[in-house]
């Protein structure tokens, strides 16, 4: 009898903190859920435009002091390929160039793949800035996958 009780001891603070510990996982699931959705929320009411719509722009529009075109990969990677007529601003550097965007109405952003333009539009829109940001849905991948050409610096 003596050795049932001292199992049950044992179980009930080692039961306690399991109950603890799912608790604590659920309430990290759970805001890590709601980061999920305003994140999705937010990239569904962002503004896309295809690789085939930003190459006619390009052609069409030249980026003047109402519009710019950005390629927020790291400097490496703009070496090895870019979008000719688009300048490179990497992300690191996006919130220290906060004035440089204090005029344009519209502001096209793009990167490898598409999530570091998306993360971009996200800060520039919480910092307070009010041009037009608009996602490049794809990036320098889509781009090079629609056959369109690229721009590789020298010595890459």
């Known amino acids: 009898m003596m050795l049932l009780l001292q199992n049950q001891q044992l ?3 080692m039961r306690k903190q399991q109950l603890r ?4 996982n659920r309430q990290h699931f759970k805001k890590h859920l709601r980061v999920f959705f305003k994140m999705l929320f937010k990239f569904i009411t962002m503004q896309n435009i295809s690789v085939q719509d930003f190459k006619k722009l390009l ?7 109402a519009v710019d075109f950005i390629n927020v990969c790291t400097t490496n990677e703009y070496k090895q390929a870019h979008i000719d007529g688009v300048r490179n ?3 690191t550097e996006i919130t220290d160039s906060l004035a440089q965007f204090s005029n344009k109405k519209k502001i096209y952003l793009h990167c490898l793949a598409g ?6 539009i996200l800060e520039l829109k919480k910092l307070g800035v009010s041009a ?3 996602n490049v849905t794809g990036g320098i991948t889509a781009w090079r996958e629609a056959g369109f050409p690229l721009v590789c610096d020298k010595g890459n």
């Open 11 to 13: 179980k009930c603070p």
């Open 21 to 24: 510990q799912r608790q604590q």
């Open 59 to 65: 052609e069409t529009i030249p980026a003047d002091e």
């Open 89 to 91: 601003l990497p992300l």
């Open 115 to 120: 999530s570091r333009s998306i993360l971009a």
């Open 132 to 134: 037009e940001l608009i």
